[in-house]
């Protein structure tokens, strides 16, 4: 399977990003520079204002180049630090996005060395202060350093708080491709089985009157071949589903699509009433398909193993749920026996209690019945 490319954010997402990173560039500029004009700097436009636009603009690539931006930072810093005859107080500060930011990387442990290299720099640098005022000098340090515990600890819980999100996000997209996989199994095997139950039948047919009426045989053999072409395609459609891109899978059947199941019934020997009540055009797509399925399974296990004659399909359309009724006059079970679900009747029970709905299957007085109860999506009942 090919590798998936890498997951793009919605475009709200990134024009927040880009909105934020702005604002945090804007802030980052004018409160360098108010912070320097408040500690005594005459002449902002010799260095002070440089570099806090430097510092600004490096913030609008922080997501992009993390690392690079914050030692391009220090870098101005240290140099405005150096060339400047008064400059506000703190090292760490400045930086303080661009230390968060590279502290959401897998390269933490840089970030931790540079900035405690940083701070020796500034403890060094301040050292002046020692002498005059040392509890000025030990509040400075230690603000500096906790400024900095705290910058890189924030970054380290977004980060896992990132990983968490997108594992959560991937843990849901699993959960959804797992349900899909089966809604497609249950699918697959309603297919197989309808397929099977109506061409078995033709080609019996097909054999008992090959020497007797070859054109009976001939009319046999083409009817399994219809059902296998149209069988093919739904198995081409679903199958689809399971590869990379399901986008071109075919409509699945619906409610239009009955009277080509009752048709194949009628077919392959068993005489089927459909008895529609309501608006079948009201059915949203989901409900319509689980109806579909329903029949398909009935009539198919009718034909496989009722021997039966007759099969009588009675749906009522109501505005909150559908009722689908299957009664043959097969051999069913006798009435106080338990009844052995196979492959097709608990599809059809996980397929139906997805949507809310319920089945119900048993034998009744001279053959056998499937009920379902399927509710109309968005409904209260």
Do not use: C
């Amino acid at each position: 399977m090919a590798e998936p490319p890498p997951r793009r954010e919605p475009a709200p997402v990134r024009h927040l990003a880009r909105i934020t990173d702005v604002a945090l560039a804007v802030v980052t500029v004018v409160f360098f520079v108010a912070v320097a004009l408040a500690t005594g700097i005459h002449s902002p436009w010799r260095g002070t204002i440089p570099l806090a636009l430097f510092l600004g603009a490096l913030l609008l690539v922080r997501r992009r180049r993390p690392m690079t931006v914050l030692l391009l930072s220090i870098v101005g810093i240290l140099v405005y630090h150096l060339t400047g005859d008064g400059t506000p107080a703190g090292w760490i500060w400045p930086a303080a996005v661009a230390y968060f930011t590279a502290a959401t990387t897998p390269r933490v442990r840089w970030v931790a060395a540079i900035g405690l290299a940083q701070l020796v720099y500034s403890a060094i640098d301040f050292r002046w202060v020692l002498e005059r005022n040392p509890a000025r000098y030990v509040i400075h340090v230690a603000g500096e350093g906790l400024l900095l515990a705290v910058l890189i600890a924030a970054g380290l819980t977004y980060a896992a708080a990132m990983r968490w999100r997108e594992r959560l996000r991937e843990t849901d997209s699993r959960a959804h491709a797992a349900e899909e996989r089966l809604r497609v199994s249950h699918e697959v095997h309603d297919v197989v089985a309808h397929t099977l139950a109506v061409v078995g039948v033709q080609l019996n047919v097909a054999a008992d009157a090959l020497e007797e009426d070859p054109a009976a045989a001939a009319a046999a053999l083409r009817l399994a071949k219809d059902v296998r072409n149209r069988a093919m395609a739904d198995l081409r459609s679903l199958i689809a589903i399971l590869r990379d891109n399901p986008g071109d899978t075919a409509p699945q059947p619906d409610l239009a699509s009955l009277g080509t199941l009752v048709a194949d019934a009628r077919a392959a020997g068993l005489e089927v009433t459909l008895d529609e009540h309501g608006d079948p055009a009201a059915v949203p797509a989901i409900p319509a398909i689980a109806v579909y399925r329903v029949v398909q399974e009935s009539l198919a296990n009718t034909l496989k193993h009722a021997g039966a004659s007759r099969a009588d399909v009675t749906i009522k359309y109501g505005p909150r749920s559908i009722t689908v009724e299957i009664a043959d006059n097969g051999r069913g079970a006798p009435a106080d026996a338990d009844v052995t679900e196979g492959h097709g009747l608990a599809g059809m029970r996980e397929r139906l209690s997805a949507l809310g709905g319920a089945l119900t299957a048993g034998p009744i007085p001279g053959g056998f019945a499937v009920r379902a109860d399927i509710p109309v999506a968005g409904s209260t009942a």
